[in-house]
């Protein structure tokens, strides 16, 4: 408790009630408006309150250290556009389900809306987006109003895990003088403050159970052997047991599962009894996917990547359940869908089903997917020039066990749904897709990565580029991130869009082609930088990852022959030729 004045001892009593609750990291801007609240918790000896220059930068690395930890991270910024520029990452944590607190310093109501300096309306800042809001009141000495903010802050705190995880805002105003200039009354306070009773209810509120205990009805399943289960995007928070419930599922239900390139199904292979990876690919043989159409599916988690997979799921209309433990719709493709509120963990436990015999459809996936992914794997063994989808291939097969692994939007996300080869690696993927942007990429995977073992993280130069300010957390940055970039000199998606045949304006307004020389860009935050020259090379440094500081691993590619590559080969799948 610092009780050097009225505006110290309120943000030292919200500190406080925070990490008793279990607040561990506060992100803190720099700016005047917020000093109590910096100062409060950047001396609090149990927090680590870790200085950002760039809000945006700050807000989504705030984002990966919560989703790291599954608690929430405190983020602290002054008056004026400071909170805005957090916004992104709160609508991210909205979508996505990650616990943030955000706590923006504010002008008294006095000097509002009369032209004050570095004031905007900071009432609802985010709108839709928090799981709550709370505009705190003045800062006061009375015994009745520091138990007020030691109780909204509880509230607060809990908010941000129930009833699911999100963001919350506390907008908090403060009179002069905001430095800890001292004041006699507070002062005085010190000796009647008795610390240990008035923080004495308050216990760590743990993070939201991936198992809930959320009651539920299982559907009553149709008399059919025609069904998948789909994992899709998911980051759990215990990936092994996770696995065991839907390779479980699969044992009882007797459905082949179809395994999202960023779900971590397709890194604990060995606890399946079959995985199907390349349905992409399959699915785009008009005969394959007539012959292969559900039923019935079941899915968990988030919608998959895959736009093939969720045309033909529109196209075959079949009976959808949706198992997962949040209160959002999931269903963009609007089936025949039963969300069923608890987490795959619980359903399998109620699960009462008699495993059928072996049959004939799913044995057909287990027969194409032999050969699809043999047929993948030749091609990238042979495979010399530098093709974007070898690199995801790569990854998969050369990380480490257990390696963290961030994906950035776009082009990354897909080589990962067509080419990550399934394994016992361990290696847990993470990635933004609740709102599917490329802004905050570098900053949110130093989150995931600080204080955690060596990370990586896989992104195209426009993501990179969006993003270099994330670089400025080096200083404060403890641990070691591999960024593998793949520099196409633009935006390599788009070149796979109808968009393309348009050019101009193509070229110029949605390749946006960049020049910039990532050597150059390195040596400015004094980064380790190297080309890769061969695959051999980028086999090398991603066997064994350093365990401190930064590392840009740069692997130029052609982003227009890249898109000729994948081209040719899905023509070829369509026209039932080879499946690569």
Known sequence: MD????????????????????????????GSRSAPLAIAFAQHPAIEAIPVLDERSAAFFALGLAKQSGKATALICSSGTAGANFFPAIIEARESRVPLLVLTGDRPPELRHC??????????????YPNAFFELALPSLASSMLAYVRQTARQAWEHTQYPVAGVVHLNCPFR????????????????AFDAETFFATLQPVEPIAQ???????????????????????????????????????????????????????RNYLDVF??????????????????ELAPELIIRIGETPTSKVLRQWLQKTQPLQWIVDVG??????????????????????????????????????????????????????????????????WMLSQYLPVETPLFVANSMPVRNMEWFWKPGNSRVTPYVNRGANGIDGTLSTALGLAHRQAPSVLLTGDLALLHDTNGFLLLPKFQGHLTIVLINNHGGGIFE????????????????????VDFAHLAATYTIEHQVMNTWDALADC?????????????????RKANAQWLKARWGAIAHDEAPL
Not at 17 to 25: P, V
Not at 257 to 263: D, K, N, P, R, T
Not at 349 to 377: C, G, M, N, V
Request: with cysteine; hydrophobic share 40%; aromatic share 8%.
């Open 3 to 30: 009780f050097r004045n009225v505006n110290l001892v309120w943000a030292s009593v919200m500190a406080e009630t925070l990490w008793r609750l279990g607040l561990e990291t506060a992100v803190v801007c720099p």
């Open 115 to 128: 032209n004050a300096g570095q004031t905007i309306d900071q009432q609802k800042l985010y709108g839709s």
């Open 176 to 191: 002069d003088p905001l430095a800890p200039i001292a004041q006699p009354e507070a002062i005085a306070l010190e000796q």
């Open 211 to 265: 198992a809930s205990t959320a009651s539920f009805q299982h559907p009553q399943w149709p008399q059919s052997d025609r069904g998948i289960i789909v994992a899709g995007v998911a980051q759990p928070r215990d990936p092994q047991r996770y696995c065991e419930a839907i390779a479980h599922l699969s044992k009882l239900t007797g459905f082949p599962i179809l395994a999202e390139g960023l779900s971590p199904a």
């Open 273 to 290: 009894p079959g995985l199907i990876s390349t349905y992409d690919l399959m699915l785009r043989q008009p005969s394959l996917a007539k």
């Open 327 to 392: 209160d959002r719709n999931l269903d963009p493709l609007h089936l025949r869908t039963t969300h069923l509120r608890c987490s795959i963990e619980v359903f399998v436990e109620h699960l009462k089903q008699t495993p059928p015999a072996p049959d004939t459809y799913r044995q057909r996936w287990h027969q194409t997917e032999e050969q699809f992914r043999h047929s993948i794997d030749q091609t990238f063994i042979t495979t010399e020039t530098w093709i974007e989808g070898k690199v995801a």
């Open 496 to 515: 796979t869009l109808p968009i393309a045949q348009f050019d101009p304006p193509f070229e110029e307004f949605f390749a946006t082609p960049q020049a």
């Open 542 to 558: 991603l066997h064994s990852l350093p365990a401190a500081g930064v590392r840009l691993l740069e692997v130029r590619c052609d």
